[in-house]
Nanobody, 117 residues
Framework: QVQLVESGGGLVQSGGSMRLSCAASGSIFAMYHMGWYRQAPGKQRELVATIAFNGTTTYGDSVKGRFTISRDNTKNMVYLQMNSMKPEDAAVYFC???????????WGQGTQVTVST
């Protein structure tokens, strides 16, 4: 089992920045992929960004150039730096950990991000 705890959400002004953190614990040695997804009310959960153990990253089209994902394998942490935030970035952000083939996936409980205009 893997436990994921997100932190850093809250309220930010449009154009502002925010950093999310996700702490992983448990059987994390097999968790090759880590990342962030988000879900806004009435919408499907969507990819924000993922990062593999080797540092390879993927980003959702809507956040490319504005968000940066990073991970610290020594601390079992993954981060999401969000810049130039827009009202449409408002959502619950979920941390993900998955094995290399994504056969096993674990999710955090989510952290709310609100963007004011």
């Amino acid at each position: 089992q893997v436990q994921l705890v997100e932190s850093g959400g809250g309220l930010v002004q449009s154009g502002g920045s925010m950093r999310l953190s996700c702490a992983a614990s448990g059987s994390i040695f097999a968790m090759y992929h880590m990342g962030w997804y988000r879900q806004a009310p009435g919408k499907q959960r969507e990819l924000v960004a993922t990062i593999a153990f080797n540092g390879t990253t993927t980003y959702g089209d809507s956040v490319k150039g504005r968000f940066t994902i990073s991970r610290d394998n020594t601390k079992n942490m993954v981060y999401l730096q969000m810049n130039s935030m827009k009202p449409e970035d408002a959502a619950v952000y979920f941390c993900l950990a998955a094995d290399a083939r994504r056969d096993d996936e674990y999710w955090g409980q989510g952290t709310q991000v609100t963007v004011s205009t």
